[in-house]
């Protein structure tokens, strides 16, 4: 019953230095996503996979990039790090793709908590 | 670009009285609503889902609506508990998809 996993879950970074964050779920969904969350400012999209072998942008992509390693696994990248990525970094994943109307229920990971000095 | 908003940021209630929580959208297109709980420090967990062409959804104590046409949504928590304290975040999509706009969430309190 693990769901969506998330390592790590704490992580302190200097400026500059590059880091991964994984994500992982058993559920066997299609979907795949990574948010932020700042106070006061809600989730926000930063790059989603409808699909293995497909990666989009969200609403705040600068600084990042993914990858969809297979259909459990979709990654984040910070290249660069920067004070302005610090954040709590949200998974989830859900069944349904892009198109059609299935269900859109989301599944999410506990967080990662990632400070930028 | 669809915007969602929840007022109030923040409410506190004694236990016992009804929950009230409140979610308008900018774009009357929205195509799903749910709702979703927060604890400190955890992640989301998805409450309720209304679809397209449904107007409102239940589960137990729990009671959403969806008013498209004056872009808003409300969470009824009936009877509210002190185990209902949590932060409650509505999001919507403007399309068939998961691309889901959240609002900035309200944190709620109920007191014993």
């Known amino acids: 019953n693990a769901g969506v996993t998330q390592t790590p879950k704490f992580q302190v970074l200097k400026t500059g230095q590059s880091m991964t964050l994984q994500c992982a779920q058993d559920?066997?969904?299609?979907?795949m996503y990574w948010y932020r969350q700042d106070p006061g400012m809600g989730l926000r999209l930063i790059y989603y996979s409808a699909s293995e072998g497909t990666t989009d942008k969200g609403e705040v992509p600068n600084g990042y990039n993914v990858s969809r390693l297979n259909k459990r696994e979709f990654s984040l990248r910070l290249e660069s790090a920067a004070p302005s990525q610090t954040s709590v970094y949200f998974c989830?994943?859900?069944?349904?793709?892009?198109?059609?109307?299935?269900?859109?229920?989301?599944?999410f990971g506990a967080g990662s908590r990632l400070t930028v000095l | 670009k669809q915007e969602v908003t929840q007022i109030p940021a923040a409410l506190s209630v004694p236990e016992g009285e009804n929950l009230v929580l409140n979610c308008s959208f900018t774009?009357?297109?929205?195509?799903?609503l749910q709702w979703f709980r927060q604890d400190p420090g955890k992640g989301l967990t998805s409450l309720l889902l209304?679809?397209?062409?449904?107007r409102e959804q239940t589960s137990g104590r729990l009671n959403a609506s969806l008013d498209k046409s004056s872009g808003r949504s409300t969470l009824y928590i009936a009877a509210s508990q002190p185990g209902d304290s949590a932060t409650y975040l509505c999001?919507?999509?403007?399309?068939?998809?998961?691309?889901?706009?959240f609002g900035g969430g309200t944190r709620v309190l109920v007191k014993p």
């Open positions: 559920m066997n969904h299609n979907s």
């Open positions: 999001a919507g999509n403007r399309a068939a998809g998961n691309k889901l706009t």
């Open positions: 209304i679809q397209s062409s449904q």
């Open positions: 774009d009357s297109a929205i195509y799903n």
């Open positions: 989830a994943s859900s069944e349904a793709g892009t198109g059609g109307s299935g269900a859109n229920v989301l599944t």
